[in-house]
């Protein structure tokens, strides 16, 4: 099955710095999104981005499909940033296919 | 808009005891998708239903069980607890894209506890 690599897998941060968090994915993909897990577990969707780059505030996206690669930037970064951001891929069919994750602490 | 709702948040279950999740999927969407999610790791695919039929299903024994209503509501349920059981089980919806599955969107979870 199709593999899902995040770097790095641990990131700390001091408030205001900027960050670029990686997602290497083995196959080509129908669908990949971005998402943050809070504190209590729920999976914030972030960004649907099979290709292309999209913005959202401080964050943005940009999945290279032929170079199979996706990167999260997180500019000036605040406290409520921290947790755990998961990158998952769709090959084929219904099945989201997560990576490992990377955790992300913010200091104030 | 409600989003994706899911019910117990928490419960503690002793081996060898039955569970049922439930789930209210985000208004508009058709399908749901259950994930279980170890701690510190990525969430894991346990099936999905659409049209009341499981549509596709992950590397879960078939302990693991589901039911899609009229109303596109879902349960999960869980045969024969084992220590390993424990986790945090997600509820995602989406609606049908041809073949495919579009964006999902995920409920807060239910935590489940097996003593």
């Known amino acids: 099955g199709i593999q899902v690599e995040q770097s790095p897998p641990d990131l700390i941060l001091q408030e205001g710095a900027n960050s670029t968090l990686r997602c290497n994915f083995s196959d080509s993909v129908n669908n990949l999104q971005w998402f943050h897990q809070n504190p209590w577990g729920q999976l914030i969707n972030l960004f649907y981005i099979p290709s292309g780059t999209k913005q959202n505030g401080r964050l943005s996206a940009t999945t290279v499909a032929t170079e199979r690669y996706s990167l999260l930037y997180i500019s000036s970064s605040q406290t409520t940033d921290s947790g755990v951001y998961f990158c998952?891929?769709?090959?084929?069919?219904?099945?989201?296919?997560f990576g490992a994750g990377t955790i992300l602490r913010v200091k104030s | 808009d409600a989003g994706v709702t899911q019910s117990p948040t928490h419960l503690i279950k002793t081996r060898g005891q039955q569970v049922t999740l439930r789930c209210s999927p985000k208004s508009g969407h058709d399908t749901v998708s259950w994930y279980q999610q170890a701690l510190g790791q990525g969430p894991q695919f346990i099936f999905q239903?659409?049209?009341?039929?499981?549509?596709q299903r992950g590397n879960f024994p078939d302990r693991f069980s589901g039911h899609q209503f009229p109303n596109y509501s879902s349960e999960l349920n869980v045969n024969a607890l084992l220590l390993g059981d424990s986790a945090l089980y997600l509820c995602?919806?989406?609606?049908?894209?041809?073949?495919?599955?579009?964006?999902?969107?995920f409920g807060e979870g239910s935590r489940l506890t097996v003593l």
């Open positions: 995602a919806s989406s609606l049908v894209q041809g073949s495919n599955t579009g964006e999902l969107f």
């Open positions: 239903y659409y049209e009341e039929e499981e549509r």
């Open positions: 998952a891929v769709l090959r084929n069919g219904n099945k989201l296919v």
